[in-house]
Protein backbone atom coordinates (compact mmCIF):
# COMPACT_ATOMS: atom_id res chain seq x y z
CA UNK A 1 0.00 0.00 0.00
CA UNK A 2 1.23 3.60 -0.70
CA UNK A 3 1.22 6.25 1.66
CA UNK A 4 2.15 10.06 2.01
CA UNK A 5 4.40 12.16 4.50
CA UNK A 6 3.87 15.99 4.30
CA UNK A 7 6.60 16.95 7.07
CA UNK A 8 4.89 20.39 7.99
CA UNK A 9 1.63 20.95 9.18
CA UNK A 10 1.98 24.67 9.03
CA UNK A 11 4.29 27.12 6.69
CA UNK A 12 4.72 31.02 8.07
CA UNK A 13 6.31 33.01 5.29
CA UNK A 14 6.48 36.68 4.10
CA UNK A 15 5.18 37.76 0.66
CA UNK A 16 7.64 38.21 -2.21
CA UNK A 17 9.92 35.17 0.14
CA UNK A 18 10.44 31.86 -1.59
CA UNK A 19 8.20 28.78 -0.37
CA UNK A 20 9.13 24.67 -0.38
CA UNK A 21 6.32 22.15 1.00
CA UNK A 22 8.20 18.45 1.24
CA UNK A 23 6.33 15.72 0.35
CA UNK A 24 7.57 12.11 0.72
CA UNK A 25 5.58 9.05 -0.67
CA UNK A 26 6.09 5.02 0.19
CA UNK A 27 4.96 2.59 -2.42
CA UNK A 28 6.29 -0.48 -3.85
CA UNK A 29 5.30 0.07 -7.20
CA UNK A 30 5.45 3.15 -9.74
CA UNK A 31 3.50 6.14 -9.23
CA UNK A 32 1.65 9.24 -9.97
CA UNK A 33 1.67 12.58 -7.92
CA UNK A 34 -0.51 15.23 -7.09
CA UNK A 35 -0.22 18.29 -5.44
CA UNK A 36 -3.97 19.76 -4.67
CA UNK A 37 -4.72 23.35 -2.84
CA UNK A 38 -7.55 24.18 -1.17
CA UNK A 39 -7.91 27.89 -0.97
CA UNK A 40 -10.04 28.96 2.03
CA UNK A 41 -13.89 28.30 2.03
CA UNK A 42 -13.23 26.80 -1.39
CA UNK A 43 -13.41 22.83 -2.31
CA UNK A 44 -9.86 20.64 -3.58
CA UNK A 45 -8.85 21.86 -6.56
CA UNK A 46 -5.59 20.19 -8.72
CA UNK A 47 -2.62 22.35 -8.54
CA UNK A 48 -0.51 19.74 -10.46
CA UNK A 49 0.87 16.81 -11.11
CA UNK A 50 3.65 14.37 -12.60
CA UNK A 51 2.33 11.46 -14.94
CA UNK A 52 5.51 10.52 -16.62
CA UNK A 53 8.38 12.32 -18.85
CA UNK A 54 9.73 15.78 -17.45
CA UNK A 55 10.23 15.22 -13.71
CA UNK A 56 10.01 18.77 -13.55
CA UNK A 57 6.00 20.64 -13.26
CA UNK A 58 4.54 23.26 -13.14
CA UNK A 59 1.30 25.30 -12.46
CA UNK A 60 -0.03 28.25 -14.14
CA UNK A 61 0.48 30.44 -10.95
CA UNK A 62 4.17 29.67 -10.82
CA UNK A 63 4.69 26.67 -8.79
CA UNK A 64 6.28 23.68 -9.69
CA UNK A 65 7.38 20.22 -8.07
CA UNK A 66 9.85 18.01 -8.80
CA UNK A 67 9.63 14.31 -9.01
CA UNK A 68 13.13 12.38 -7.37
CA UNK A 69 12.48 8.69 -7.53
CA UNK A 70 15.76 8.17 -5.51
CA UNK A 71 14.74 9.91 -2.80
CA UNK A 72 10.75 9.18 -2.93
CA UNK A 73 9.54 12.82 -3.43
CA UNK A 74 7.56 15.43 -4.80
CA UNK A 75 8.22 18.22 -3.05
CA UNK A 76 6.44 22.08 -3.84
CA UNK A 77 8.15 25.07 -4.34
CA UNK A 78 7.21 28.75 -5.59
CA UNK A 79 10.31 31.42 -5.72
CA UNK A 80 8.02 34.54 -4.50
CA UNK A 81 4.55 33.53 -2.80
CA UNK A 82 1.60 36.51 -3.02
CA UNK A 83 -0.83 37.29 -0.38
CA UNK A 84 -3.10 35.12 -2.41
CA UNK A 85 -1.53 31.46 -1.93
CA UNK A 86 -2.52 31.43 0.92
CA UNK A 87 -4.59 27.77 1.20
CA UNK A 88 -3.56 24.48 2.21
CA UNK A 89 -1.70 22.20 0.48
CA UNK A 90 -2.18 18.56 -0.37
CA UNK A 91 0.41 16.10 -1.77
CA UNK A 92 -1.45 12.64 -3.27
CA UNK A 93 -0.53 9.57 -4.81
CA UNK A 94 -1.41 6.77 -7.17
CA UNK A 95 0.39 3.61 -7.17
CA UNK A 96 0.57 2.54 -11.03
CA UNK A 97 -1.20 -0.72 -9.93
CA UNK A 98 -4.42 -2.31 -8.20
CA UNK A 99 -7.37 -0.21 -7.13
CA UNK A 100 -5.86 3.36 -8.40
CA UNK A 101 -6.36 4.76 -4.80
CA UNK A 102 -5.45 8.54 -4.76
CA UNK A 103 -4.26 8.78 -1.02
CA UNK A 104 -3.53 12.56 0.46
CA UNK A 105 -0.95 13.28 2.93
CA UNK A 106 -2.13 14.98 5.74
CA UNK A 107 -1.56 18.70 4.27
CA UNK A 108 0.42 21.78 4.86
CA UNK A 109 -1.74 25.18 5.78
CA UNK A 110 0.84 27.95 3.97
CA UNK A 111 0.37 31.07 5.76
CA UNK A 112 1.67 33.99 3.56
CA UNK A 113 2.21 37.46 5.90
CA UNK A 114 2.16 40.80 4.41
CA UNK B 1 -19.21 24.66 -16.36
CA UNK B 2 -20.64 23.45 -13.28
CA UNK B 3 -19.23 21.88 -10.58
CA UNK B 4 -19.76 18.76 -8.75
CA UNK B 5 -22.79 19.91 -6.12
CA UNK B 6 -23.13 18.86 -2.83
CA UNK B 7 -25.78 19.47 -0.14
CA UNK B 8 -26.57 20.10 2.70
CA UNK B 9 -23.27 22.14 3.45
CA UNK B 10 -23.62 21.18 6.89
CA UNK B 11 -25.47 19.15 9.39
CA UNK B 12 -25.34 18.66 13.34
CA UNK B 13 -27.14 15.76 14.44
CA UNK B 14 -26.77 13.53 17.78
CA UNK B 15 -25.17 10.34 17.91
CA UNK B 16 -27.08 6.99 16.83
CA UNK B 17 -29.25 9.38 14.35
CA UNK B 18 -29.06 8.90 10.76
CA UNK B 19 -28.03 11.22 7.83
CA UNK B 20 -27.53 11.18 4.26
CA UNK B 21 -25.69 13.32 1.71
CA UNK B 22 -26.14 14.24 -1.84
CA UNK B 23 -24.19 14.58 -4.71
CA UNK B 24 -24.47 15.65 -8.29
CA UNK B 25 -20.90 15.44 -9.85
CA UNK B 26 -19.99 16.83 -13.47
CA UNK B 27 -21.75 16.24 -16.19
CA UNK B 28 -20.49 13.13 -18.17
CA UNK B 29 -18.32 12.17 -14.91
CA UNK B 30 -18.63 8.34 -15.15
CA UNK B 31 -16.63 8.01 -11.80
CA UNK B 32 -17.95 9.48 -8.61
CA UNK B 33 -15.67 9.09 -5.38
CA UNK B 34 -17.18 9.43 -1.79
CA UNK B 35 -13.56 10.91 0.98
CA UNK B 36 -13.94 11.60 4.40
CA UNK B 37 -11.55 14.33 6.32
CA UNK B 38 -11.31 14.50 9.82
CA UNK B 39 -10.24 17.69 11.12
CA UNK B 40 -6.30 18.01 10.94
CA UNK B 41 -5.84 14.99 7.83
CA UNK B 42 -6.09 14.44 4.55
CA UNK B 43 -9.29 13.19 2.37
CA UNK B 44 -9.60 9.04 3.11
CA UNK B 45 -11.49 7.20 0.01
CA UNK B 46 -14.91 5.86 1.33
CA UNK B 47 -16.18 4.77 -1.62
CA UNK B 48 -15.53 4.74 -5.88
CA UNK B 49 -18.11 4.19 -8.57
CA UNK B 50 -17.88 3.62 -11.82
CA UNK B 51 -21.07 4.64 -13.67
CA UNK B 52 -23.66 2.53 -10.93
CA UNK B 53 -21.05 0.14 -9.84
CA UNK B 54 -19.26 0.36 -7.07
CA UNK B 55 -15.07 -0.01 -7.90
CA UNK B 56 -13.46 0.28 -4.61
CA UNK B 57 -15.35 0.17 -1.39
CA UNK B 58 -12.78 -1.18 0.60
CA UNK B 59 -12.50 1.92 3.34
CA UNK B 60 -16.00 2.40 3.87
CA UNK B 61 -17.34 1.00 7.38
CA UNK B 62 -20.23 -0.93 6.02
CA UNK B 63 -21.81 -1.58 9.45
CA UNK B 64 -23.11 2.48 9.13
CA UNK B 65 -22.14 3.66 5.82
CA UNK B 66 -24.09 2.98 2.70
CA UNK B 67 -23.91 4.31 -0.80
CA UNK B 68 -25.64 4.50 -3.71
CA UNK B 69 -25.56 5.89 -7.54
CA UNK B 70 -28.51 5.09 -9.30
CA UNK B 71 -28.62 6.04 -13.16
CA UNK B 72 -25.01 6.48 -12.75
CA UNK B 73 -25.39 10.03 -11.68
CA UNK B 74 -26.50 11.22 -8.36
CA UNK B 75 -25.18 9.84 -5.28
CA UNK B 76 -26.20 9.63 -1.89
CA UNK B 77 -24.15 8.68 1.15
CA UNK B 78 -26.02 7.82 4.28
CA UNK B 79 -24.52 6.82 7.89
CA UNK B 80 -26.87 4.77 9.75
CA UNK B 81 -26.18 4.76 13.20
CA UNK B 82 -24.22 7.78 13.66
CA UNK B 83 -21.44 7.85 15.91
CA UNK B 84 -19.14 10.88 17.45
CA UNK B 85 -16.23 9.42 15.80
CA UNK B 86 -17.75 10.17 12.41
CA UNK B 87 -17.70 13.90 12.53
CA UNK B 88 -15.83 15.43 9.45
CA UNK B 89 -15.99 16.95 5.71
CA UNK B 90 -17.71 14.26 3.53
CA UNK B 91 -15.97 15.40 0.01
CA UNK B 92 -17.32 14.09 -3.22
CA UNK B 93 -15.42 14.34 -6.72
CA UNK B 94 -15.92 13.12 -9.78
CA UNK B 95 -13.64 12.34 -13.05
CA UNK B 96 -14.18 11.71 -16.27
CA UNK B 97 -12.82 7.84 -16.03
CA UNK B 98 -10.77 5.72 -13.32
CA UNK B 99 -7.26 5.91 -12.24
CA UNK B 100 -5.20 9.22 -12.91
CA UNK B 101 -7.62 11.44 -14.95
CA UNK B 102 -7.83 14.38 -12.30
CA UNK B 103 -10.62 14.40 -9.68
CA UNK B 104 -12.90 17.44 -9.24
CA UNK B 105 -13.57 17.87 -5.74
CA UNK B 106 -17.32 19.27 -4.64
CA UNK B 107 -17.30 21.92 -1.50
CA UNK B 108 -18.31 19.29 1.05
CA UNK B 109 -20.74 18.66 3.73
CA UNK B 110 -19.39 19.40 7.45
CA UNK B 111 -21.12 16.95 9.72
CA UNK B 112 -21.14 17.26 13.15
CA UNK B 113 -22.38 14.65 15.02
CA UNK B 114 -23.03 15.35 19.08
Known amino acids: AQSVTQLDSQVPVFEEAPVELRCNYS??????LFWYVQYPNQGLQLLLKYLSGSTLVESINGFEAEFNKSQTSFHLRKPSVHISDTAEYFC????????????FGKGTKLSVIP | EAGVAQSPRYKIIEKRQSVAFWCNPISGHATLYWYQQILGQGPKLLIQFQNNGVVDDSQLPKDRFSAERLKGVDSTLKIQPAKLEDSAVYLC????????????FGPGTRLTVL
Open chain 2, 93 to 104: ASSLGPGIDTQY
Open chain 1, 92 to 103: AVVAGAGSYQLT
Open chain 1, 27 to 32: SSVSVY
